[in-house]
């Protein structure tokens, strides 16, 4: 038998380490789409298979009025409810996904609210991990807290721990922001890299991440990482809407419909993501 030309040597050896290559970079997109946090709020339905509602310590039950891009196309809408809070307690229509290890998420919050205290945000919570004052159930959250006719009608930004904001990075109202009651939005944005928490904020896409600051919190695994709205007492209305829930680290970008992978973010909001600090 003649021997084997060499370019048909090449060409085998090619397209084996082309197919291994492809494999793996095959599975590399399925287990970060598996894995990410993200989730781009478009079509119908949530797209993350990870998601989960939460009341309270109830699982499994979803906000009265919720709709996925029914409302505005694109966005994940929320309707606020009575007596739900974030504060002393965890009593909010919360959206979330158990994770363990490092997180990097950002967010884009439209609310809208009238003669009520509400609560709107992103939050990291451990239900087992306990609090300065030894309660089961501790959180690292930012939030816009939009206060009522007693607390001058106007909304904050808040950078919490479970009813502690008054030391340790953490920051009971954010400078810079205090927008009069009605409609308002902003980009929040929350990173873990082990027990070291630090919070962003912005107005608009394009504008450079402002820091609230750093915070440490030792928490048990897994977190519940995620949304939450809420109206804090039995009074008034609130509207919160979401345009995406972005991980910046693990990228949810595969497509549903052309199964490849896509920069969702930069296909929706045509920004780029800015580097940590």
Partial sequence: MPPVPLWRQDLKQAIILF??????????????????LGDPFDGAALKNPNWKWKTSDEEGIEPK???????????????????????????????YQEH?????????LFMDYEDACVVAGVVAY???????QGREGEWVTIKLWGRGPAQNNNAVIQYQKRQFDGG????????????????????????REEDTFTAWWKRKAKDTWIDIGETEQEFDEPLEVGLYVGICDGKGK???????????????????????PIAWGDLKRRHSIPEPR
């Fill in 19 to 36: 197919c291994i290559g492809f494999a793996m970079l095959y599975g590399i997109t399925s287990v970060q789409a598996a894995d990410s």
């Fill in 65 to 95: 009025e919720w709709d996925m891009g029914k409302t505005k196309a694109g966005w994940l809408h929320i309707k606020g409810e009575l007596n739900r809070n974030l504060w002393p307690s965890d009593t909010t229509n919360r959206l």
């Fill in 100 to 108: 363990e290890g490092d997180f990097d998420i950002e967010t884009h």
């Fill in 126 to 132: 451990s239900p087992t991990t306990k609090d300065h």
């Fill in 168 to 191: 340790e990075g953490l920051v009971g109202v954010v400078p810079g922001f205090q927008d009069p009651v009605g409609e308002m939005a902003l980009y929040m944005r929350l990173r």
């Fill in 238 to 260: 609130q509207i919160a809407q979401f345009e995406y829930f972005e991980d910046l680290l693990v990228p949810f970008d595969v497509s549903p419909r052309a199964k490849l």
